[in-house]
Protein backbone atom coordinates (compact mmCIF):
# COMPACT_ATOMS: atom_id res chain seq x y z
CA UNK A 1 0.00 0.00 0.00
CA UNK A 2 1.68 3.21 -1.03
CA UNK A 3 2.33 5.82 1.82
CA UNK A 4 1.53 9.21 1.97
CA UNK A 5 5.27 10.46 2.07
CA UNK A 6 7.80 8.64 0.51
CA UNK A 7 10.43 10.35 2.36
CA UNK A 8 9.96 11.46 5.94
CA UNK A 9 12.95 13.24 7.79
CA UNK A 10 12.80 14.56 11.39
CA UNK A 11 15.45 15.91 13.13
CA UNK A 12 17.99 14.36 11.32
CA UNK A 13 21.78 14.75 12.65
CA UNK A 14 25.12 13.12 11.05
CA UNK A 15 28.53 14.56 12.62
CA UNK A 16 31.57 13.15 10.91
CA UNK A 17 33.73 13.36 14.45
CA UNK A 18 33.66 17.29 15.51
CA UNK A 19 32.36 18.21 11.47
CA UNK A 20 28.36 18.72 10.72
CA UNK A 21 26.93 17.08 8.12
CA UNK A 22 23.43 17.51 8.37
CA UNK A 23 21.82 18.93 12.23
CA UNK A 24 18.58 19.04 12.76
CA UNK A 25 17.12 18.51 9.27
CA UNK A 26 13.21 18.24 9.26
CA UNK A 27 11.17 17.89 6.12
CA UNK A 28 8.99 15.28 3.92
CA UNK A 29 8.46 14.34 0.70
CA UNK A 30 4.65 13.50 -0.66
CA UNK A 31 4.24 10.17 -2.74
CA UNK A 32 4.11 11.07 -6.06
CA UNK A 33 5.85 14.66 -6.57
CA UNK A 34 9.08 15.93 -7.36
CA UNK A 35 11.20 17.14 -4.62
CA UNK A 36 14.57 18.86 -5.00
CA UNK A 37 16.62 19.17 -2.71
CA UNK A 38 19.05 22.30 -3.13
CA UNK A 39 21.77 23.65 -1.57
CA UNK A 40 25.59 24.95 -2.74
CA UNK A 41 28.56 22.57 -2.94
CA UNK A 42 29.17 21.41 0.82
CA UNK A 43 26.12 22.01 2.15
CA UNK A 44 25.00 18.38 3.28
CA UNK A 45 23.01 17.42 0.44
CA UNK A 46 25.18 14.18 -0.36
CA UNK A 47 25.61 13.29 3.58
CA UNK A 48 21.54 13.72 4.01
CA UNK A 49 20.86 11.32 1.03
CA UNK A 50 23.67 8.52 1.92
CA UNK A 51 21.59 8.68 5.48
CA UNK A 52 18.21 8.35 3.41
CA UNK A 53 19.86 4.95 1.38
CA UNK A 54 21.04 3.34 4.66
CA UNK A 55 24.67 3.78 4.16
CA UNK A 56 25.81 6.32 6.96
CA UNK A 57 23.76 5.82 10.01
CA UNK A 58 22.51 8.89 11.70
CA UNK A 59 24.15 10.39 15.00
CA UNK A 60 20.51 11.16 16.44
CA UNK A 61 17.29 11.64 14.63
CA UNK A 62 15.32 9.88 12.08
CA UNK A 63 14.26 8.62 8.43
CA UNK A 64 12.14 6.77 6.65
CA UNK A 65 11.72 6.16 2.90
CA UNK A 66 8.56 4.15 1.80
CA UNK A 67 7.59 4.20 5.21
CA UNK A 68 10.64 1.78 6.22
CA UNK A 69 13.23 3.00 9.12
CA UNK A 70 16.67 3.54 7.49
CA UNK A 71 18.24 2.23 10.68
CA UNK A 72 16.16 -1.13 10.62
CA UNK A 73 18.08 -3.55 8.52
CA UNK A 74 15.71 -5.42 7.23
CA UNK A 75 12.93 -2.81 6.40
CA UNK A 76 14.86 -0.98 4.49
CA UNK A 77 16.47 -3.48 2.41
CA UNK A 78 13.26 -4.80 1.28
CA UNK A 79 12.30 -0.71 0.79
CA UNK A 80 15.21 -0.35 -1.30
CA UNK A 81 13.82 -2.51 -3.65
CA UNK A 82 11.69 0.12 -5.16
CA UNK A 83 14.15 2.83 -4.96
CA UNK A 84 16.40 3.81 -7.69
CA UNK A 85 19.49 6.07 -7.36
CA UNK A 86 21.91 8.18 -9.18
CA UNK A 87 25.10 9.32 -7.29
CA UNK A 88 26.62 12.61 -7.48
CA UNK A 89 29.73 11.06 -8.70
CA UNK A 90 28.93 8.41 -10.84
CA UNK A 91 31.70 5.25 -9.76
CA UNK A 92 31.27 2.46 -12.58
CA UNK A 93 32.98 -0.69 -12.77
CA UNK A 94 35.44 0.51 -16.43
CA UNK A 95 36.51 -2.70 -17.31
CA UNK A 96 33.11 -3.51 -18.18
CA UNK A 97 31.07 -2.68 -20.94
CA UNK A 98 27.47 -0.77 -20.27
CA UNK A 99 25.71 -3.94 -21.31
CA UNK A 100 27.44 -6.71 -18.79
CA UNK A 101 26.71 -4.03 -16.10
CA UNK A 102 23.12 -3.22 -16.72
CA UNK A 103 23.09 -7.70 -16.81
CA UNK A 104 24.58 -7.14 -13.16
CA UNK A 105 22.22 -4.78 -11.96
CA UNK A 106 19.49 -6.27 -13.43
CA UNK A 107 20.21 -9.00 -11.78
CA UNK A 108 19.92 -7.52 -8.17
CA UNK A 109 16.80 -5.51 -8.87
CA UNK A 110 15.30 -6.17 -11.94
CA UNK A 111 15.51 -4.72 -16.17
CA UNK A 112 11.68 -4.93 -17.08
CA UNK A 113 12.59 -1.41 -18.71
CA UNK A 114 15.80 -1.87 -19.69
CA UNK A 115 15.10 -1.66 -23.36
CA UNK A 116 12.77 1.47 -23.31
CA UNK A 117 15.42 3.30 -21.79
CA UNK A 118 18.13 2.22 -24.12
CA UNK A 119 16.09 3.25 -26.76
CA UNK A 120 15.50 7.01 -24.98
CA UNK A 121 18.89 7.60 -23.88
CA UNK A 122 21.35 4.84 -26.15
CA UNK A 123 25.06 4.46 -25.27
CA UNK A 124 27.43 2.29 -26.80
CA UNK A 125 26.20 -0.59 -25.11
CA UNK A 126 29.63 -3.09 -26.32
CA UNK A 127 31.86 -0.46 -25.17
CA UNK A 128 33.55 -0.16 -22.00
CA UNK A 129 32.80 1.72 -19.38
CA UNK A 130 36.26 3.43 -19.00
CA UNK A 131 36.20 4.61 -22.38
CA UNK A 132 32.59 6.09 -21.84
CA UNK A 133 31.90 10.62 -21.79
CA UNK A 134 30.69 11.55 -18.84
CA UNK A 135 27.71 11.99 -20.61
CA UNK A 136 27.08 8.68 -21.42
CA UNK A 137 28.33 7.41 -17.83
CA UNK A 138 25.33 9.55 -16.63
CA UNK A 139 22.69 8.19 -19.31
CA UNK A 140 24.24 4.89 -18.02
CA UNK A 141 23.63 6.05 -14.43
CA UNK A 142 20.23 6.72 -15.35
CA UNK A 143 19.10 3.70 -16.58
CA UNK A 144 20.05 1.40 -14.12
CA UNK A 145 18.45 3.28 -11.79
CA UNK A 146 15.01 3.08 -13.60
CA UNK A 147 15.46 -0.26 -15.30
CA UNK A 148 13.73 -1.92 -12.41
CA UNK A 149 10.63 0.71 -11.99
CA UNK A 150 10.98 2.07 -8.67
CA UNK A 151 8.74 3.91 -6.32
CA UNK A 152 11.36 6.41 -5.67
CA UNK A 153 13.93 7.52 -7.10
CA UNK A 154 17.02 9.67 -5.73
CA UNK A 155 19.49 11.73 -7.78
CA UNK A 156 22.35 13.79 -6.89
CA UNK A 157 23.22 16.02 -9.64
CA UNK A 158 21.22 13.61 -12.13
CA UNK A 159 22.34 16.03 -15.35
CA UNK A 160 25.72 16.60 -14.78
CA UNK A 161 27.56 16.34 -17.60
CA UNK A 162 25.04 16.23 -20.14
CA UNK A 163 24.20 18.57 -23.01
CA UNK A 164 21.24 20.56 -23.24
CA UNK A 165 19.09 17.90 -25.36
CA UNK A 166 20.45 15.21 -23.25
CA UNK A 167 19.38 17.46 -20.40
CA UNK A 168 15.55 18.52 -21.93
CA UNK A 169 15.18 14.63 -22.50
CA UNK A 170 16.08 13.98 -18.65
CA UNK A 171 13.08 16.68 -17.84
CA UNK A 172 10.64 15.46 -19.90
CA UNK A 173 11.26 12.01 -18.91
CA UNK A 174 10.99 12.96 -14.93
CA UNK A 175 7.75 14.62 -15.64
CA UNK A 176 6.21 11.62 -17.35
CA UNK A 177 7.08 9.09 -14.48
CA UNK A 178 6.02 11.58 -12.51
CA UNK A 179 2.55 11.19 -14.07
CA UNK A 180 2.74 7.65 -13.60
CA UNK A 181 2.85 7.98 -9.40
CA UNK A 182 7.03 7.66 -9.24
CA UNK A 183 8.67 10.22 -6.47
CA UNK A 184 11.59 11.81 -7.42
CA UNK A 185 13.99 13.08 -5.02
CA UNK A 186 17.03 15.38 -6.27
CA UNK A 187 19.61 17.18 -5.27
CA UNK A 188 21.01 20.29 -7.45
CA UNK A 189 22.64 23.55 -7.23
CA UNK A 190 21.40 24.86 -10.57
CA UNK A 191 18.36 26.60 -10.16
CA UNK A 192 16.84 26.34 -13.74
CA UNK A 193 16.23 22.62 -12.98
CA UNK A 194 14.16 23.54 -9.63
CA UNK A 195 12.05 25.83 -11.89
CA UNK A 196 11.45 23.59 -14.22
CA UNK A 197 10.74 20.49 -12.58
CA UNK A 198 10.00 21.10 -8.70
CA UNK A 199 6.69 20.93 -6.84
CA UNK A 200 8.41 22.25 -3.46
CA UNK A 201 12.02 22.40 -2.15
CA UNK A 202 13.98 22.40 0.54
CA UNK A 203 16.89 24.61 0.65
CA UNK A 204 19.71 23.81 3.43
CA UNK A 205 22.95 25.71 4.22
CA UNK A 206 25.77 24.29 6.19
CA UNK A 207 24.13 21.24 7.03
CA UNK A 208 20.98 22.88 8.33
CA UNK A 209 17.41 23.00 6.64
CA UNK A 210 17.28 27.11 5.80
CA UNK A 211 14.08 27.04 4.31
CA UNK A 212 10.58 24.63 2.68
CA UNK A 213 9.15 26.55 0.07
CA UNK A 214 6.41 25.94 -2.54
CA UNK A 215 8.10 26.03 -5.94
CA UNK A 216 6.56 29.27 -6.75
CA UNK A 217 7.27 30.68 -3.58
CA UNK A 218 11.23 30.25 -4.67
CA UNK A 219 10.55 31.31 -8.17
CA UNK A 220 8.92 34.82 -6.86
CA UNK A 221 12.17 35.23 -4.97
CA UNK A 222 14.46 34.41 -7.97
CA UNK A 223 14.77 36.58 -10.50
CA UNK A 224 17.62 38.74 -12.36
CA UNK A 225 20.79 40.45 -10.96
CA UNK A 226 21.39 44.07 -12.63
CA UNK A 227 24.71 45.10 -12.00
CA UNK A 228 25.52 49.33 -13.03
CA UNK A 229 28.61 51.26 -13.97
CA UNK A 230 26.75 55.21 -13.19
CA UNK A 231 28.62 58.36 -13.99
CA UNK A 232 26.83 59.67 -10.65
CA UNK A 233 27.00 58.26 -7.12
CA UNK A 234 23.79 58.15 -5.90
CA UNK A 235 22.57 56.07 -2.86
CA UNK A 236 21.83 52.46 -3.42
CA UNK A 237 18.32 53.24 -2.08
CA UNK A 238 17.77 55.93 -4.93
CA UNK A 239 17.68 53.28 -7.57
CA UNK A 240 14.32 51.31 -6.07
CA UNK A 241 11.89 50.54 -8.07
CA UNK A 242 8.92 48.31 -7.80
CA UNK A 243 9.98 44.36 -8.33
CA UNK A 244 13.69 45.52 -6.19
CA UNK A 245 14.17 43.17 -3.63
CA UNK A 246 17.75 44.81 -2.94
CA UNK A 247 20.03 47.48 -3.83
CA UNK A 248 23.32 47.99 -3.11
CA UNK A 249 26.66 49.16 -4.33
CA UNK A 250 29.88 46.51 -4.80
CA UNK A 251 33.54 46.81 -4.02
CA UNK A 252 34.56 47.84 -7.50
CA UNK A 253 31.65 50.61 -6.96
CA UNK A 254 29.08 48.88 -9.54
CA UNK A 255 25.43 49.21 -8.30
CA UNK A 256 23.70 45.55 -7.61
CA UNK A 257 20.13 45.66 -7.78
CA UNK A 258 18.17 42.05 -7.17
CA UNK A 259 15.09 42.63 -9.59
CA UNK A 260 12.05 40.04 -9.29
CA UNK A 261 9.38 40.95 -11.34
CA UNK A 262 9.50 41.49 -14.89
CA UNK A 263 7.84 44.90 -15.12
CA UNK A 264 11.25 47.38 -16.18
CA UNK A 265 9.16 50.08 -16.55
CA UNK A 266 10.24 51.76 -13.14
CA UNK A 267 13.73 50.87 -14.01
CA UNK A 268 13.20 52.93 -16.76
CA UNK A 269 12.31 56.07 -15.17
CA UNK A 270 14.83 55.53 -12.19
CA UNK A 271 17.68 55.06 -14.84
CA UNK A 272 16.62 57.85 -17.31
CA UNK A 273 18.00 60.60 -14.22
CA UNK A 274 21.79 58.87 -14.63
CA UNK A 275 24.32 58.68 -17.37
CA UNK A 276 24.86 54.53 -17.80
CA UNK A 277 28.58 53.62 -18.40
CA UNK A 278 27.89 49.90 -18.43
CA UNK A 279 25.55 47.41 -17.47
CA UNK A 280 24.75 43.97 -17.14
CA UNK A 281 21.94 41.68 -16.49
CA UNK A 282 21.75 37.65 -15.21
CA UNK A 283 19.55 35.80 -14.03
CA UNK A 284 20.12 35.06 -10.45
CA UNK A 285 21.53 32.07 -9.69
CA UNK A 286 20.99 29.70 -6.10
CA UNK A 287 23.63 31.23 -4.24
CA UNK A 288 22.26 34.65 -4.68
CA UNK A 289 19.07 33.53 -3.91
CA UNK A 290 20.59 32.43 -0.89
CA UNK A 291 22.08 35.34 -0.09
CA UNK A 292 19.69 37.64 -0.82
CA UNK A 293 16.88 35.35 0.58
CA UNK A 294 18.16 33.36 3.24
CA UNK A 295 21.41 34.71 4.77
CA UNK A 296 19.57 36.29 7.65
CA UNK A 297 17.63 32.82 8.48
CA UNK A 298 20.57 31.02 8.71
CA UNK A 299 22.29 33.58 10.81
CA UNK A 300 19.39 33.46 13.67
CA UNK A 301 19.86 29.29 13.60
CA UNK A 302 23.59 29.51 13.26
CA UNK A 303 23.50 31.64 16.67
CA UNK A 304 20.55 29.42 18.18
CA UNK A 305 21.72 26.02 17.73
CA UNK A 306 25.25 25.04 19.68
CA UNK A 307 26.97 21.75 18.37
CA UNK A 308 26.02 18.90 20.63
CA UNK A 309 28.13 17.86 23.55
CA UNK A 310 31.05 15.45 22.61
CA UNK A 311 29.43 12.78 24.18
CA UNK A 312 26.01 13.21 21.94
CA UNK A 313 27.81 12.66 18.59
CA UNK A 314 30.34 9.81 19.44
CA UNK A 315 29.96 6.13 18.56
CA UNK A 316 29.46 3.65 21.51
CA UNK A 317 32.89 2.41 19.90
CA UNK A 318 34.15 5.90 20.55
CA UNK A 319 33.00 6.22 24.08
CA UNK A 320 34.13 3.40 24.72
Not at 161 to 184: I, K, M, S, W
Not at 244 to 258: E, F, I, K
Request: include cysteine.
Amino acid sequence: MAVENAIAVENLTKYYGDVRGVEDLTFAVKTGEIFGFLGPNGAGKSTAIRVLLGLLKPTRGTARILGSDVTDRHAAIAARTNVGYIPGDVGLYGDATGERLLDYFGSLSGDERREELLDRFPIPRNRKVKAYSRGNKQKLALIQAFMHDPNLVVMDEPTAGLDPLAQNAVYEFLEAEQRRGVTVFFSTHILSEVRKLCDRVCIIRDGRRVALEQIDTLVEKSGKIIRLDLAESPAPDDLIFEGVASASRDSDDYYRLVVTGNDFEGMVDVLDQYTIRDMEIRETSLEDVFIEFYAEDVDREMQRIEPPPEEDWKTEGERA
